[in-house]
């Protein structure tokens, strides 16, 4: 069974751009959440959705959103980026929402110039 | 969610058994200890979790106190590729609603050493 899959593996955005990343759960699962990495906040909760709902969202602002599609893969913008969106952004999928595991993805490495 | 306390860094010799203690002395009676870990350049894997008893798969073991209020996870035979930062984490029990993200600590960053 192929695991989560994230695409691109690097971005390089130069700030006010903005930036879409993709991931597609693993087969079967249908809820999908977000996380930043970075060397100073470690990994931080982005959001989740489950069944194309926005579930749970974390202290991150407006400019950061996401959505989820029929057949679970979702994708994250961030939008005007700043250079401190430069991140590790990870997908994380399970079988439903709330599940004691979780199957990451190996991220989406961000650098915003 | 609890929070944990997990020592910064570790050394632990190839082939010797690694143990890595978490310190989560506020968990509630409802809350779950999960350990992942993170190899470089990689996103966190799951190892293990529990709630009360000893827990053992093909990955670890997971060793709780009595009191709850900390736990030990156990690599029985350490491999150079077990050198990640393992994080542990406090969850509650899924309710049916509200947040229920994972909320990671800084973690402990072990070395395996041949």
């Known amino acids: 069974k192929a695991g989560v899959t994230q695409t691109p593996r690097y971005l390089i955005k130069t700030r006010g751009q903005q930036v879409t990343l993709s991931c597609s759960p693993i087969s079967g699962h249908r809820s999908v959440s977000w996380y930043q990495q970075t060397p100073g906040q470690g990994l931080q909760f982005l959001f989740e959705?489950?069944?194309?709902?926005?579930?749970n969202k974390g202290n991150f602002p407006g400019r950061f959103s996401g959505r989820q599609f029929s057949n679970s893969r979702s994708e994250m913008n961030v939008s005007t980026l700043e250079l401190g969106d430069s991140a590790l952004y990870l997908c994380?999928?399970?079988?439903?929402?709330?599940?004691?595991?979780?199957?990451f993805g190996s991220g989406t490495q961000l650098s915003v110039l | 969610d609890a929070k944990t306390t997990q020592p910064p860094s570790m050394d632990c010799a190839e082939g010797r058994a690694a143990n890595l203690p978490c310190n989560h002395s506020t968990i509630s009676g409802n809350e779950y200890v999960y350990w992942y870990r993170q190899i470089h350049s990689q996103g966190p894997q799951y190892i293990i979790h529990?709630?009360?008893n000893n827990e053992t798969n093909e990955m670890a073991s997971l060793i709780i106190t009595e009191d709850r209020k900390s736990s030990t996870l156990i690599l029985p035979h350490a491999t150079l590729r077990d050198t990640a930062v393992y994080y542990c984490?406090?969850?509650?029990?899924?309710?049916?609603?509200?947040?229920?993200?994972?909320?990671f600590g800084k973690g402990t960053k072990l070395s395996v050493i041949p």
């Open positions: 994380a999928s399970s079988l439903r929402q709330g599940d004691e595991k979780l199957f």
């Open positions: 529990g709630l009360k």
């Open positions: 984490i406090v969850r509650a029990s899924y309710s049916g609603a509200g947040s229920y993200q994972l909320t």
């Open positions: 959705y489950f069944s194309e709902t926005q579930r």
